[in-house]
């Protein structure tokens, strides 16, 4: 028993040393230097709870609808992030992607303060094309010696009347601008389409986007099902936290290694049950405190494409009223998206742009059309913007644009921002 015991303890002992020094050889071998080096170790980061307590860093603001909570880390996807992105900001005190809270007062008369509203485009702009943007515009010598200050108010997922709702908020409580940019258009046709399937009407905040929310507030609309995915959502944040802080805290190359890749493995799960989490179908929120219109009227066919349209024209002719009234310049942006495009795209843009079970396709496609034919007079239709451009523009299956796709669109609205704010600067 003893020998057998030696033994045991001598397989055990060359077991670890043999695993130390492979996972010490891959540690070497990832990242240039050994592990008990350690010049730098990226750790592992903590789910966090004040973006997890409700399995979302999303809130539900009375007037706005879906909306960040204040403090939130936000950055924008991998593709996009080169030097040409602005700094990662948190989310302000409104809950949008800013470095500065709002409403941003004035400190010198040579600010510019520009206005970005929209949806997912939009709140993207402002990290990728506002640079390019006030590049553009310095350009002019009306604006090289101002100090420019772009501002973000849009956040995924909004669509008229949001952004008129939003806009007309900050106005109230002081906001100054100089010129708005609305770029818009995608989510109106795409999420309306939705809302009006789940018996929504096309005008309500996009039902992608609220639906959850109004599942977590109100627990009389949580199945049983949903409530035991709540549970290991729960449980999966947890034990990744835990093995993250234990992962962080290792001095052995063989226990790192291991921990990193079961955390790997968690993380795969933990995101697939959040995605589970949406996809369950939830109980009628007849009985819901927050009350979501629904269809205001029967309609069929183009019918629902044709209101969209018909809110969307009007809500953008409001917040240019509102605007006009104050002397601001308003630039309304059509923006384009590869859904309904007369572009040329390779074989493999094609691969990343192009999903046919999108649940944005059908919206986009036939309802971009009556968009077109509800542009208002001295809005830009942007629809048309990357026909000949043989770079790759899209990023996604939904509508987001690459790097140089942004700077396209800067480029596009920065020759109306100077000749809407030539005489009034």
């Not at 706005?64 to 992105?85: K, S, Y």
């Not at 002081?174 to 018996?199: K, P, R, S």
Request: glycine letters at 6%; charged letters at 20%.
């Amino acid at each position: 028993m003893k020998r057998a015991l030696q033994l045991l303890a001598v397989n055990v002992a060359v077991f670890c040393i043999v695993a130390e020094l492979a996972a010490l050889g891959i540690f070497y071998y990832q990242h240039g230097w050994l592990f008990y080096i350690d010049p730098y170790r990226e750790p592992i980061p903590l789910v966090q709870e004040s973006a997890g307590q409700g399995l979302t860093a999303i809130g539900l603001h009375p007037y706005f609808g879906p909306i960040h909570r204040p403090g939130i880390p936000f950055d924008v996807p991998p593709e996009l992030q080169t030097t040409d992105a602005g700094p990662v900001v948190a989310t302000n005190n409104f809950g949008f992607a800013s470095r500065y809270d709002y409403p941003f007062a004035k400190t010198n008369e040579r600010q510019f303060i520009i206005g970005i509203f929209g949806g997912s485009v939009g709140q993207y702009f402002c990290r990728i094309g506002a640079g390019r943007l006030e590049e553009d515009l310095r350009q002019n010598a009306v604006y090289r010696n101002k100090e420019l200050v772009t501002l973000c108010f849009s956040h995924e997922g909004y669509k008229q009347p949001q952004q008129l709702l939003v806009l007309s908020y900050f106005l109230s409580i002081g906001q100054v601008f100089d010129v708005v940019i609305n770029i818009d258009g995608f989510n109106e046709v795409a999420l309306g389409n939705i809302n009006d399937q789940y018996g929504w009407d096309v005008s309500m905040p996009s039902h992608e986007h609220l639906d959850p929310l109004v599942n977590l507030v109100n627990q009389a609309t949580l199945t049983p099902a949903k409530l035991d995915s709540l549970y290991r959502i729960t449980h999966y944040r947890e034990r990744l936290n835990a093995i993250a802080v234990r992962s962080n805290a290792t001095h052995v190359a063989s226990v790192e290694f291991i921990l990193r890749h079961y955390h790997a493995f968690v993380q795969r799960r933990y995101e697939q049950e959040l995605g589970d989490f949406d996809r369950l179908p939830s109980n009628p929120p007849a009985s819901s405190v927050i009350h979501v219109t629904p269809k205001v009227k029967a309609r069929s066919g183009d019918e629902v494409f044709a209101d969209i349209a018909a809110n969307w024209q009007a809500s953008s002719l409001a917040m240019q009223q509102l605007l006009g009234a104050r002397n601001v310049a308003y630039v309304h942006v059509l923006q384009p998206n590869q859904y309904y495009s007369t572009r040329v795209f390779s074989d493999e843009e094609k691969k990343i742009a192009f999903n046919d079970a999108s649940p944005f396709k059908a919206g986009a496609e036939r309802g971009y059309p009556l968009l077109e034919r509800q542009l208002e007079a001295g809005a830009l239709n942007a629809v048309h913007l990357f026909d000949r451009e043989r770079a790759p523009m899209y990023i996604d299956d939904c509508c987001h644009y690459s790097v140089a796709g942004n700077h396209l669109l800067a480029d596009f609205i920065a020759s109306s921002v100077l000749a809407s704010t030539r005489r009034t600067p």
